[in-house]
């Protein structure tokens, strides 16, 4: 099992930015690829971006490519999201999340860090 822990939520204003930060702990040498995913209220969660631990690659959902970078530290076991230009569509619950060998999807959750974009 691998427990994660994210920070770095807040409120803003349309245009700024934020950089969330998600800690992992436990068995993470089992990790392959963590990612970001955020759920507004009263929609489904969505994916937001997310990286291959091996190699790096990064992906992205359309709605935030070219506002949004993911990033990772492996010594720490740590995964960032750095948002900018924010958009008041982008409130929303942001969950990190974490993949393990052999799961064929997400199977270990933070419990949410809030984002308020304000107009």
């Known amino acids: 099992q691998v427990r994660l822990v994210e920070s770095g939520g807040g409120s803003v204003q349309a245009g700024g930015s934020l950089r969330l930060s998600c800690a992992a702990s436990?068995?993470?040498?089992?990790?392959?690829?963590m990612g970001w995913f955020r759920q507004a209220p009263g929609k489904e969660r969505e994916f937001v971006a997310s990286?291959?631990?091996?190699?790096?690659?990064?992906y992205y959902a359309d709605s935030v490519k070219g506002r949004f970078t993911i990033s990772r530290d492996n010594a720490k076991n740590a995964v960032f999201l750095q948002m900018n230009g924010l958009e008041p569509e982008d409130t929303a619950i942001y969950y990190c999340?974490?993949?393990?060998?052999?799961?064929?999807?997400?199977?270990?959750w933070g419990q949410g860090t809030q984002v308020t974009v304000s107009s």
């Open positions: 999340a974490a993949q393990s060998v052999g799961a064929t999807q997400y199977n270990n």
């Open positions: 436990g068995r993470t040498v089992y990790t392959v690829a």
């Open positions: 990286i291959r631990w091996s190699n790096g690659d990064k």
